[in-house]
């Protein structure tokens, strides 16, 4: 089996665990964040500045290469490593959120999901046969299950959508082909325990190689959030990774991770970058503030990125101000190195059993506004 | 002296010379294509990419830099070089060129020239001491004097023009106090050989360490172009470089290497990979053609550069088709490194005595019109 958990250590004090995920294209050591590359680039760096930047895995996603530039032409070109040139493992998304979130005019039936494209309008329909057919085509070393994402209030809707979703898990699992890649089930049930529970229930029986925990991070609160994880954590299968499913700021990798997540994905950093946001541990800043206009300090004197070891806030700021893609690319880089770093030191405090402490020093300094200078 | 200029081959067939020019920030080998970096960026890329470029010269544009950031920031940083983290060559425009093409009611006297900033409408004015007190705020080792730029075929305007512009020369000269950059003149007179001729006369007088020449590629025709360069030919100083402001598409750089150009910059390979344009040795390729929606082939079989040894046409139109900003770095990337490759071997071929050849095996090949596949 190219895939495979193994389980390192776990923290004294809480449901922190260090492993590494073996995939057929490298290791993962975890708990990991994965940058988003949704249309096959993680928005504005090469692939060489990602493996600087030490990433151990990206996401691609099925939705948005399915209809550009189709899921055909990249298999043509080998799959997805080969047509953007990462060769370290990706995640491929199944489109579940996607369809729900951006597209208008869906229609869910229990066959499938009936949509019109964000880009053209043109319509379209997946099926988990056919999600999981495309993911096959475009070659990710983890991909997704075929889910019904729930505005997560709602108990009624839950209920329904749920029941569906998991019928979906069962025909992706029977659809699903390739030895090569491992195809994660998603728990779902919104903000509610008895759902989570019996979702979590009902998919660990079918024995998926991973777990995603879908559907959190869409308008609940952080409580809620922190509540669903602590009701799955004793029900998920411990030799199994867990993937908390688009949540990775900095506050929430450790809350996350302290309550058992070893797998996260954000768009956070690269979204925050290109309107001028940069990560400090002191909270956010934005570059365009007039008080760094002149300002000859790095975002943060002690990183060593590459826009920190080169480049002012003074500069950076002008940069931003020109409307410079260069901007864009130096808040970037600085941002995904910073939760990268996070996630590094993370896992170290993990084996050194120190998490606690660090998880503490850092949400200390840490203002989840920009209250710095 | 801290600049110089060292002639080190003439060709015995044209007007081509190599050599090099000294400066306080490392030697320029000439012919020398100089990236445009307006705004203090070269714009996408890094000051490490223009290193692995070979990139040995930029500009960058004392009009924009003095409205924003401000010539007196960029001064209190210890210039441009440090403000913008590039350690090689630089030089500045004096913003004669953008006054007479950016900008909105402006006023020419003989003192100076009011004119409103095109970012904010705000008023301004320029004369050639200030503008020479701000180019030694910028630090650059190469700068220029502060000229009137007329439209090329107007007479009676390039007559007036051309002697204020002689006259501000002069200013210049007596302005200018740093004795580690260079202050080049600028010769115009439009498309008239006998202005041409006289403005030469008259700069070439002031002894200036370098030539520019200014006002061309500004709508005239190549065969004026051509007539204009052949005029000045014997006229301008042996031991003195010369530039060809503006100038600098694949053709005119053999042309006007030909006719003893030692220098050129243009925003061209830039601006047009920013449309999602790209050369090659048989012309320019546009990535959004449909033509190349499933091309495992690079922009160059044969090319170094970093977008040619990773990426195919069909990931590169994917990109430019799903609005990417990695798209405009790649296509940036590819683009500067032919120009700046050309500009390579036309030295080489200086030195070997095969210039006549080179050209005209590029150019026999080379269609100005995208007309390959």
């Known amino acids: 089996m190219p895939f495979s958990f193994e389980l390192i250590a776990e923290d004294q004090h809480s449901q922190a665990r260090a492993g590494i995920i073996h995939t057929p294209h490298g290791d993962i050591p975890t708990p990991v964040f994965a940058p988003v590359g949704t249309q096959a680039t993680v928005k504005t760096l090469t692939p060489a500045e990602l493996h600087d930047l030490g990433a151990s895995l990206i996401l691609g996603n099925t939705y948005h290469l399915y209809l550009r530039p189709g899921a055909d032409l990249i298999a043509d070109f080998g799959g997805l490593h080969q047509f953007m040139q990462w060769d370290g493992p990706i995640l491929t998304d199944s489109g579940g959120f996607q369809i729900f979130s951006l597209t208008s005019l869906r229609e869910v039936d229990e066959e499938g999901v009936t949509f019109r494209s964000h880009i053209d309008g043109s319509s379209h329909r997946f099926t988990p046969e056919n999600v999981i057919a495309a993911q096959e085509k475009l070659g990710a070393d983890i991909i997704m299950a075929f889910d019904e994402c729930s505005p997560p209030e709602d108990y009624e809707y839950n209920v329904t959508a749920l029941a569906r979703t998991h019928r979906w898990a069962e025909r992706c699992l029977a659809a699903h082909r390739r030895s090569d890649q491992a195809l994660y089930g998603i728990v779902q049930g919104g903000v509610f325990a008895d759902l ?178």
């Open 196 to 373: 989570r529970a019996q979702s979590a229930e009902f998919l660990t029986a079918l024995d998926f190689p991973g777990y995603a925990i879908g559907g959190l991070s869409v308008g609940e609160t952080k409580a809620q959030m922190h509540a669903m994880l602590e009701v799955l954590h004793p029900l998920l299968p411990r030799h199994k990774p867990r993937y908390l499913m688009g949540v990775g700021s900095p506050e929430d990798l450790f809350e996350c991770v302290g309550r058992g997540i070893d797998q996260f994905d954000c768009v956070l950093p690269t979204r925050i970058a290109r309107n001028g946001a940069v990560f400090t541990a002191q909270g956010r800043l934005n570059l365009r503030n007039a008080r760094f206009a002149a300002d000859k300090n790095p975002i943060e004197p002690d990183c060593r990125c590459y826009t920190c070891r080169h480049f002012s806030l003074a500069y950076l700021r002008h940069l931003v101000i020109a409307k410079e893609t260069l901007a864009l690319r130096l808040a970037t880089l600085h941002n995904l190195h910073f939760i990268l770093e996070i996630m590094r030191r993370i896992r170290q405090s993990i084996l050194d059993g120190t998490f606690a402490a660090y998880k503490s020093a850092f949400l200390t300094t840490y203002k989840t506004v920009d209250s710095r200078r």
